[in-house]
């Protein structure tokens, strides 16, 4: 029987590369995708002879038809897109940072799962990655909390809707990735210093954590429609 093949949008790094990695060592074939093409090769190599590389722009909605040709039948897709736009205090917050964090994420998750509909097994699975912020109130996440909770609205309507195929998602919380490299390093670590107090689990999570999760939800072929949170418990003490 051939290996099963996935197909990892976002991942030539973070959450997305974890994923890959672990879908390898379950002796997966995977596909991972991203616009850095020097960043997808690294990561490519990284996982070897079971992974190819593509160059795509999840945000490029035109040309992601011609992707996944490229790409052909398979049997699996993880949409591992994050946006940073659209953090900061409600009264503040830029409308143009947050149409241009729903252009990155949400419409992005919508138009690459419409894009790859052709050509993913009628068995398969799609996992959507939302976040925490979606489930907690923050403040000054309004922004990307509109976003990741219209990812995770998503993921019951398209599980009932393209039955067979199972639909999931998972909804991260403080994951240390390279989505944080924006920040100081002493204010990032500041943040995750406070963020471990807050967290009953007592620490902020990795992409491991997240990839464990994914992997769980594709070999489980008796789940659909749940967005699993992976945050410690960090979505009842947050605010």
Same mark, same amino acid.
């Given at each position: 029987?051939? +290996?099963?093949?996935?197909?990892? @949008? ?27 093409? +020097?960043? $997808? ?36 897709? @993880?949409?591992? $897109? ?15 940072? @947050? ?6 994420? @949400? ?29 907690? %109130? ?10 990741? +909770?219209?990812?995770?609205? $998503?993921?019951?309507?398209? %599980? ?17 990735? &390279?989505?944080?490299?924006?920040? &100081? ?42 967005? $699993? ?11």
């Amino acid at each position: 029987m051939p +290996a099963q093949h996935t197909v990892i @949008v976002g991942g030539s790094s973070g959450i997305g590369l974890a994923t890959a990695q672990r879908l390898v060592a379950k002796g997966f074939t995977v596909t991972i995708t991203g616009r850095d093409e +020097a960043r $997808l090769d690294a990561a490519a190599r990284k996982l070897g002879p079971e992974a190819r590389a593509l160059r795509m722009d999840g945000t490029d909605t035109d040309a992601l038809p011609a992707r996944f040709s490229q790409i052909g039948a398979f049997d699996h897709l @993880v949409i591992a $897109l994050g946006s940073g736009k659209g953090v900061g205090p409600f009264a503040e917050l830029a409308i143009g940072d @947050v149409k241009a964090g729903f252009e990155e994420k @949400v419409y992005a998750h919508f138009a690459v799962a419409q894009s790859a509909l052709p050509f993913l097994s009628p068995t398969g699975s799609v996992t959507f990655i939302s976040a925490i912020s979606a489930q907690a %109130a923050v403040p000054g996440t309004s922004g990307i909390s509109a976003a990741n +909770a219209a990812i995770a609205a $998503l993921v019951p309507v398209l %599980a009932v809707e393209l039955r067979p195929r199972r639909v999931n998602g998972v909804a991260p919380g403080v994951i240390d990735t &390279p989505w944080w490299d924006a920040i &100081p390093t002493e204010q990032k670590l500041a943040l995750f210093n406070d963020f471990t107090a807050k967290t009953p689990v007592g620490r902020v999570g990795t992409s491991d954590d997240v990839a464990d999760a994914i992997a769980f939800l594709i070999g489980n072929d008796f789940i659909t429609g749940h967005v $699993l949170p992976i945050d410690g418990g960090l979505r009842f003490l947050a605010a």
